[in-house]
């Protein structure tokens, strides 16, 4: 089990989809979550605040998931931060994009509150 006093990142420029996240978070027993609704936002979030990880949506704008994520893996400071990706896509090429970045683990839409414990337990659990 991991600790249910994390602090959780997401980001999505659907407000929709942040209030889902939230509340899968919220059945899994993590209640410490902040939000973005884009990728620069999340980056101001991530340099002035402590999280333990972030769930983030690939498709966004002005800053797309992507490219948060590598902006995140080249900050010192960030760089070991455990960072979901969350997508409708699934298809190889962005799994491998994601991966080459630096994903922690990748989740397809639409998901469930039992597939996002058992992304994060593998993220935290099975060091």
């Known amino acids: 089990m991991f600790d249910q006093n994390m602090q959780v990142l997401i ?16 059945q899994i027993d993590l209640h410490d979550v902040d ?5 620069n936002e999340a980056l101001r979030k991530l340099r002035q605040n402590r999280y ?3 769930i983030s949506d690939w498709n966004m704008a002005p800053v797309s998931g992507l490219d948060l994520l590598r902006e995140v893996r080249r900050e010192p400071t960030l760089r070991h931060l455990p960072f979901i990706m969350v997508t409708a896509e699934g298809n190889l090429d962005r799994v491998v994009a994601a ?16 597939t996002l414990r058992d992304k994060i337990e593998k993220i935290f659990c099975d060091v």
């Open 11 to 26: 980001v999505d420029d659907y407000k929709t989809m942040l209030r889902i996240i939230r509340s899968l978070l919220k």
């Open 52 to 54: 333990d990880f972030v």
């Open 35 to 39: 939000e973005a609704s884009d990728g």
């Open 99 to 114: 991966k080459q970045a630096g994903v922690s683990t990748y989740i397809v839409k639409p998901f469930n509150a039992e």
